[in-house]
């Protein structure tokens, strides 16, 4: 593409200001176009520093962007992301891709039979470590993930009326869930759910091929800072994902690379397609129907 994609953010929260608009400013190959929130004076807040247009509205924003990026809500996200792909623009989603896996199916189906390209902000999987001891695995028979941190109990996603809602699960969830089918094979089943107190769930998955894993997951633990831990073993022995963890900020800039080459290609698959949101969206619906 000779001139920069752009790019327009619905939503002005904390995850679009520290995320989103200033990564669609630093890559070459984008420009924050435009933004459009509930509310005008935090749209303008966050347009302000980069030059971007404040929309009045959805389809304002919609006719001055070649690519669309969420930070609301998933109820939110799925209203709107299909109107997006109708009108061919390129969607970098959230997790979960919506509420429900019926939504989340609109999705899919509205990017596919528009040939849009969809990524999914699976933060973790776009950093090096993680691909690497991905790439790195092998003989792999079990597995175990914890995520415990305390982001619903301060700080501004506490905030957040949707995730006190909903909880880990379909917050921090999506991630855990991503990993552990990323690294024993597609998740299957839900063998066993349990969900305690204070929001903390225990799942044993089963994957395909036969291996089992067991993730733990609460927002509402006070560790400073968040615990999160994945380890596999098997014939090969044990081996655990360590070591420095990629800030956000540089994963996004890995999405955004990623993201161009599959529009330049005209290409829509990739590890984090919309179709992995989807399986991901039908994992978390079978976990809640287990407990």
């Given at each position: 593409m000779s001139e920069a994609l752009r790019v327009?953010?619905?939503g002005a929260g904390p995850w679009a200001n520290r995320v989103h608009a200033p990564g669609l400013d630093?890559?070459?190959?984008?420009?924050l176009a435009a933004v459009w929130a509930r509310?005008?004076?935090?749209?303008?807040a966050l347009a302000e520093p980069y030059g971007a247009e404040v929309a009045g509205g959805f389809d304002e924003l919609l006719s001055d962007v070649d690519a669309v990026a969420f930070a609301v809500p998933p109820a939110v996200q799925a209203e709107l992301a299909p109107k997006a792909a109708r009108a061919g623009k390129h969607l970098i989603?959230?997790?979960?891709l919506a509420a429900d896996l019926a939504r989340a199916q609109a999705v899919v189906d509205a990017a596919e039979e528009s040939g849009v390209a969809g990524l999914l902000m699976l933060t973790r999987r776009f950093a090096p470590e993680v691909r690497a001891w991905l790439a790195g695995l092998d003989g792999v028979r079990g597995g175990i993930g914890r995520w415990l941190a305390g982001a619903l109990l301060a700080g501004?996603?506490?905030a957040s009326e949707w995730r006190q809602k909903e909880?880990?699960?379909?917050?921090?969830?999506p991630h855990a869930i991503?990993?552990?089918d990323a690294a024993l094979g597609q998740i299957e089943r839900v063998h066993y759910a349990r969900l305690d107190p204070d929001d903390l769930w225990t799942v044993v998955f089963g994957h395909a091929g036969g291996a089992t894993s067991t993730l733990t997951v609460s927002l509402r633990v006070p560790v400073q800072p968040a615990l999160v831990e994945f380890s596999v073993y098997g014939e090969n022995g044990h081996t655990q994902l360590a070591g420095r963890r990629t800030a956000a900020h540089e994963c996004y800039s890995v999405l955004l690379d990623e993201f161009l080459e599959l529009i330049r290609d005209g290409r829509t698959e990739h590890p984090c397609d919309l179709r992995r949101g989807l399986h991901i969206q039908r994992i978390l619906a079978e976990v809640q129907s287990a407990v």
């Open positions: 327009g953010v619905v630093a890559h070459p190959g984008t420009r509310r005008r004076d935090a749209a303008e989603m959230e997790k979960p501004d996603y506490a909880g880990a699960l379909i917050d921090a969830g991503d990993l552990l």
